[in-house]
């Protein structure tokens, strides 16, 4: 069975820190692993790590996998309090159907 | 313009009540997915239709019955509604592609209130 782990589960940080929010994962046959960002509704899509593509980088966000240790960090440089969301990471396999497996989340909140 | 819109946004009601919720999307997409989020937050898949053939189909109860009537619209009715229904139904899509993958795309949700 598909698993996603992340960490921390909550992180409190003033605006201008920078985060880095950890995702590990166990999938049979790795197809791709994704980034969301949920405020009070949708996950909006941040990133897809593949493996043909290990390192995404919007703005002030970035992402990276690394496939060997079964891993993904997204990195969030001079936070705003925008930023303040949970932030879902999820993986597909390929046997899967493309469902995708969610972890917790993590729980950022950005302090003026 | 919404790209996956969910209707309604809430919905509160009694055990025991049928209810539906609907989502459209207007992306083009031929795959269509629902989620479930419960009080922890843990979003898990319940149903998955391609190209309105139903390809994903978890442990969830018989009263959860899916149905898609064309490629754009993904509809989920829930008979004989329980307490432990209670949770924000999250309705998704993306475009199926072998390579490279496509992220899927989610609607606002539908908050259900089991009173």
């Known amino acids: ?112 | 313009d919404t790209a996956v819109s969910q209707t309604p946004k809430y919905l509160v009601t009694q055990m025991g009540n049928d209810k539906s919720i609907k989502c459209e999307q207007n992306l083009g997409h031929d795959t269509m997915y629902w989620y479930k989020q419960d009080s922890k937050k843990f979003l898990k898949i319940m149903f998955s239709y391609n190209n309105k053939e139903l390809i994903i189909n978890e442990t969830v109860p018989n009263r959860f019955s899916p149905k898609s009537p064309d490629k754009a619209h993904l509809n989920l009715h829930i008979n004989s509604l329980e307490l432990g229904d209670s949770a924000v139904y999250f309705c998704a899509s993306s475009q199926y592609s072998r390579d490279p993958p496509q992220p899927q795309h989610f609607g606002d949700g539908t908050r259900l209130s089991i009173l």
């Open chain 1, 1 to 112: 069975e598909d698993k996603v782990v992340q960490s921390p589960l909550s992180l409190v940080v003033h605006e201008g820190d920078t985060v880095t929010l950890n995702c590990s994962y166990e999938v049979t046959n790795f197809r791709s692993l994704l980034w969301y960002k949920q405020e009070k509704k949708a996950p909006t899509f941040l990133f897809m790590l593949t493996s043909s593509g290990i390192e995404k980088k919007s703005g002030r966000l970035s992402s990276i996998l690394d496939k060997k240790e079964l891993f993904s960090i997204l990195n969030i440089t001079a936070t705003q309090t925008g930023d303040s969301a949970v932030y879902l990471c999820a993986v597909e396999g390929e046997t899967s159907g493309s469902r995708l497996t969610f972890g917790e989340g993590t729980q950022l909140t950005v302090n003026p």
